[in-house]
């Protein structure tokens, strides 16, 4: 401790702090602010260091010898510097022999034990009293427990021995009183006046601060609530307001004295059985607690913010001081909870052993809120827990944020005590929770619930903004495909090494937390398919990339909920499939109507301008026939191409579709031809005949008839549609088609067999069949076949014999 021993007078300027309890050498130490005080403000302006000197005055007056030995005063540096255990040191002793007892450096404390904590290094073998050394060595420690709480808390050696000098004129005028039967400040403000003090600026400030606590513990804060119209009430009051605006007159026999002192003893005589014969002036509720906070503090070393060695003999002083600060167990131990929880957070949270400690004292609070019913001790537990609890809370609830490799054995302790709080405020505080009580509420369970998805909801959002400005023109993955990608390793990372310090509270915190995860991409996977239109390889990427994530996550739910009660299926509940390969069959199959729909409309396009004409290639096939047949190979092979894991699936959807587009092209190359029975000769007309008759034969009527059939069925120039080497053309063009659908089944089972998705045994089994291009082409073969027949026989034959009965001028 270093700054133990350092002479310079410090400067008693009441300068005030935010929350009264941060020792300034902890607060230059420490990496973190103090929380703010968790008691009620006192609505009048005593700053930290005057509730501190305070706090002391009560402490050295409680620890006064009482007995009828007038009080001798010794300075404390000469008491330090005189052997322990010199006769002339303990026969001079005026204080209190708990204030004089020497301290022991290798003295195991119990209390420490208790709470789990080590003794310090600065306590074991360091400077220890008498034992000698150099003056540039390490500072001594203390040598009674008195000039401990003094360095402790801060006290001047002129102010505390100003204190000493004040209580030993108090006794030698009033023998035999009891310190609780005092009004400390009363009694102070009788016995100094501005010569007691270097300067008369430090006197005002003293004086002023003693008024203020006569107004706090007697009019804003009372033990037994004031009456209006108390006379001794309005009285003080007035006296304190004249006091601030012209000093008050100290002497024994002033006018003023005498008047502020009955109305202080009046009103800190009563009591709530009327039967007290001590002074309530400092036990009002809140006063008390801030003053005692202060002593409380005196436990934590300046430097280092630790419990200090000396704790016992610190906690035997502190509870000397009870009865007049109306303090018992339940309210100490509440006070040294907070204490303990606030150095652990002005340790920067790497003190783990102050949280533990913490977390031992808020088991007793549990037991103590368990058997009373005090209102004000309910409402400063109230107070006390939630800022504990809103601490704890702020950075469990983004825990992702606050806790990692470094710090994580820190997060068990901070869990367990927000949840220890939470508990407490819940079930012995919540009268809500007692009226249902019968529901049963899991209250740990709960919170960390809370924990883990308003947690893993912030890391998804970060995790959001991170894969958005990981994208760019070197990486143009698709946002949502860096995000599955991102929030599979945040899976990961949690079940292995937030989730184990969890399951003490939640068996499935692992489940909740790919719940929590599973939900929130969904949520964004759900607005980008909805604002799909078609297939891309983006699309292709994010729709794999997420299918990939559920089944990650929906793994890590189902090993944490094995041995769950329903085994897990109320978080798969929480867990509807994103289906992914629904949103990519759809977009695929609209990708395949768009395809067919393209080829229908070649079909259309191209058959109109086809001439049939046999000298296009040497196969004397049509060209057309070739080029679509290109683009059904072409079709086929993007859709292969395509980066989808369910071709098999899809292709029968596609194979439809093409069989439907050649089906079409064969039914127009076969509907332009005709049929059989467009060349099959009209019959003559019936001729009635009677007997005798003559049959007339008119010879150019044959010839007229047949020049009308002519011009229906066709021209006689080569580029006739319906001559018989068009005829040929498409019949070899159907052939053809019909030949090549095998090599479209063989070229498809091929590429079946290469898909990254496919099986060894993927082809077995498999029928891929044009089953309507084959019936169509076996029909229009037909079908030209015939039409070929008859318009040979019937036409061309015809219409040799029609130029032979013109060139002859006779029918055979």
């Not at 509907?671 to 005949?689: D, V, Y």
Request: aromatic content about 6%; glycine content about 6%; proline content about 5%.
């Amino acid at each position: 401790m270093a700054r133990l021993f350092r002479e310079s007078r410090r400067d008693s300027s009441h300068s005030s702090s935010s929350n009264g309890f941060l020792p300034p050498a902890a607060a230059a130490a420490s990496s973190s602010s103090a929380l703010p005080s968790p008691f009620p403000d006192l609505g009048i302006a005593l700053s930290a260091a005057d509730l501190r000197e305070a706090a002391y005055e009560v402490l050295v007056a409680a620890s006064r010898t009482t007995g009828g030995k007038p009080l001798t005063y010794i300075p404390q540096s000469s008491a330090a510097a005189a052997p322990p255990a010199s006769p002339a040191s303990s026969a001079s002793s005026a204080s209190s022999a708990s204030l004089q007892r020497s301290l022991t450096s290798a003295a195991a404390s119990k209390m420490k034990k208790a709470l789990g904590l080590r003794s310090s290094a600065s306590s074991m073998g360091v400077g220890s009293p008498g034992s000698g050394g150099k003056a540039a060595g390490p500072p001594r420690r203390p040598a009674t427990v008195g000039e401990l709480m003094r360095v402790q808390m801060r006290v001047s050696e002129p102010a505390d021995a100003r204190i000493r000098r004040g209580l030993l004129r108090i006794a030698a005028s009033q023998l035999g009183r009891r310190a609780e039967s005092m009004v400390l400040p009363l009694e102070f403000l009788q016995q100094f006046k501005a010569s007691d003090f270097p300067d008369p600026q430090e006197y005002e400030a003293w004086r002023s601060r003693n008024l203020k606590l006569l107004e706090a513990g007697l009019l804003l804060h009372p033990l037994v609530p004031l009456n209006k119209s108390d006379s001794s009430a309005q009285r003080l009051r007035q006296i304190i307001r004249g006091a601030y605006d012209r000093p008050l007159e100290t002497g024994k026999n002033s006018e003023s004295m005498q008047s502020l002192r009955t109305s202080v003893m009046s009103l800190a005589g009563r009591s709530h059985d009327g039967t007290s014969d001590g002074c309530h002036w400092a036990d009002g509720f809140p006063l008390n607690l801030h003053l005692y906070q202060m002593l409380v503090e005196a436990c934590f070393d300046n430097d280092e913010g630790t419990v200090v060695d000396e704790i016992d003999e610190v906690m035997e002083l502190l509870k000397k001081t009870w009865v007049i600060l109306g303090i018992n167990e339940m309210l100490h131990n509440l006070c040294f909870t907070w204490a303990l929880f606030n150095h652990f957070v002005m340790s920067g949270q790497v003190d783990i052993e102050l949280l533990s400690a913490a977390e031992n004292q808020l088991a007793e609070i549990a037991k103590d809120a368990k058997t009373t019913k005090d209102p004000n001790y309910c409402k400063v537990l109230s107070s006390t827990l939630s800022s504990i609890m809103g601490w704890t809370e702020k950075r469990l609830l983004a825990y992702h944020e606050t806790f990692n490799t470094s710090n994580i054995e820190s997060m068990q302790g901070i869990v367990s005590i927000g949840v220890s709080a939470a508990r407490v405020l819940v079930e012995d505080i919540s009268h809500e929770y007692r009226r249902r009580r019968k529901e049963e509420t899991d209250v740990a369970r709960s919170r960390v619930e809370t924990y883990i998805r308003s947690s893993l909801r912030t890391a998804f959002a970060q995790r959001m903004e991170e894969a958005d400005s990981k994208r760019s023109s070197r990486n143009p993955t698709p946002v949502l495909s860096i995000l599955a990608k991102d929030i599979g390793d945040l899976a990961i990372k949690e079940k292995n090494l937030y989730s184990p310090i969890l399951k003490t509270w939640h068996p499935l915190a692992s489940g909740v937390a790919v719940a929590t995860l599973h939900s929130c991409y969904g949520n964004e996977l759900k607005q980008f398919v909805a604002g799909l239109t078609e297939l891309t390889p983006d699309t292709v990427q994010v729709l794999k990339s997420a299918d990939k994530l559920e089944k990650d996550l929906v793994n890590i739910a189902v090993e944490d909920s094995v041995d769950s009660d329903d085994g897990g299926k109320s978080l798969i509940r929480e867990m509807p499939p994103y289906e992914a390969e629904n949103a990519i069959a759809n977009l695929v199959k609209v990708w395949i109507k768009e395809r067919v729909d393209r080829l229908k409309g070649w079909v259309d396009r191209n058959l109109k301008q086809e001439t049939w004409n046999p000298g296009a290639n040497r196969e004397n096939f049509a060209p057309s026939s070739v080029e679509m047949l290109r683009v059904i190979g072409e079709t086929l092979d993007a859709f292969f191409e395509l980066p989808i894991p369910i071709h098999p699936a899809l292709l029968p959807d596609l194979t439809t579709g093409l069989d439907r587009s050649l089906q079409l092209y064969v039914s127009k190359a076969k509907s332009g031809c005709g049929t059989r029975n467009s060349f099959m000769p009209q019959l003559p007309p019936l001729t009635r005949c009677e007997v005798g008759s003559k049959l007339l034969f008119k010879k150019k009527e044959k010839p007229q008839n047949l020049q009308v059939r002519v011009s229906q069925n066709g021209t006689t120039n080569g580029n006739d549609p319906l001559g018989l080497p068009q005829l040929c053309v498409r019949l070899n063009t159907l052939q053809y088609i019909r030949g090549e659908l095998e090599n479209l089944e063989k070229k498809i089972k091929t590429c079946l067999r290469n898909v990254e998705s496919a099986q060894a045994d993927i082809t077995d089994g498999l029928d891929i069949k044009f089953e309507l291009c084959q019936a169509a082409c076996q029909e229009g073969i037909q079908q030209i076949c015939e039409t070929t027949a008859y318009k040979v026989t019937f036409y061309d034959l015809g219409r040799y014999l029609v130029w032979c009965t013109i060139k002859c001028g006779t029918v055979l």
